[in-house]
DNA sequence: TTTTACCTGTGATAATCGTCACAAAATTCT
DNA sequence: AGAATTTTGTGACGATTATCACAGGTAAAA
């Protein structure tokens, strides 16, 4: 394996379950790898999400669109999986775009093909599953935020558990995640 | 099948994979049926969580103690399913309660065993996988809800499209859940 | 470098929501 | 049925937050 790019995929797979280098051979084979400069879209609202995006490099921004206004409900970073997962699954209509927030690399796994592979191994299934559960506890734990804290207090959650995202994401993008108006996020952050 | 609880829970798997009658067998081979009456503890914070959770009849609540406060996370009611999926990954202590919010009737199924079928029959755990996806479309859709809505809209919206949980689950209770204080939550409700 | 576009800070103000206290209503228990 | 417990409604009030408007700053583009 010379190839950099196959091992960050290598190393977050690993990260989570055991398989097999033929194993993944199968999985590098359907990537689809591309190439986006900032503000790109990868998955507009209103398609039908046909792949899972893994994130080598860069990061992506997952909005809706509320009346004109942008809400972000999921920044990816390098080294992170992500889709529309409702649309993927029923074919229906994203409600979600997603977006390049810097230049990015990501890798695309196309469904019906990955599907296929379920099928063949036991191991890409089992990967699969290990990931859903690691994005449902990561998912949770974020929907808690909402019901424990108060805007400020999870903004300060964020600050002691996730200090990554407060590095890369502008006020501006973070508040709508937070679920707290641009001026009032200013404002907590000051202190 | 003559069982009556078998079938709802065959009911609930068959909808969302196809599966034999020999793996659903042996999934409901490691089912441990226990019976509750309102109130009681299934599950009790700080402990470690180990089983998934099949709810036949009733529904339970899932709560986190927030300084003496219960902050309700989820409600699962009949056909359906729940855990601590933090805990049980990673066998650390949960932070969730569950309690019974009627009388109730569950299956367990217990993680070790489960993840021996994983290995045993690729069926089950195909239809692990699905459930998750399941799962984590449902958390997805709760948590856009308060990024999205006000918390007069988020009533509105659980009348729209969720109106079960309305009808069964007590306005004080409701509160927490969608992040509002019960005393708003009533005056919300009264127009 | 200069221009342009976007992002952040800040004041004023209004609307919303949470908290406290208590009464009324409904439900459960005996 | 009657008592006890829990749930819900409501007023008053204060705290928090959203919104609007605009200025200053920063970064990207020409």
Redesign the interface.
Known sequence: MTDNSKKILYKRITDLTEISVSSFDKLFEIANKREFTKGEIILRQGQICNTIIFVEKGYLRTY?D?DGKE???DFTFEGNFTTN??SL?SDTLSDTSIQAGEIATIYEFNKDKLLEL??VS?EI??F??KL??Q???A??????L???YSPAERYRYLQSNKSEILKRISLSQLS??L?IARETLSRIRKK
Chains 1, 2 share one sequence.
Do not use: A, M
């Open positions: 809706i509320k809400i972000n409900t997962l409702k699954r379920y099928k036991v299934e089992s699969g599953r859903l559960e994005l449902l506890i998912k949770e734990e974020h929907t808690n909402f019901k424990i709508s995640y679920g």
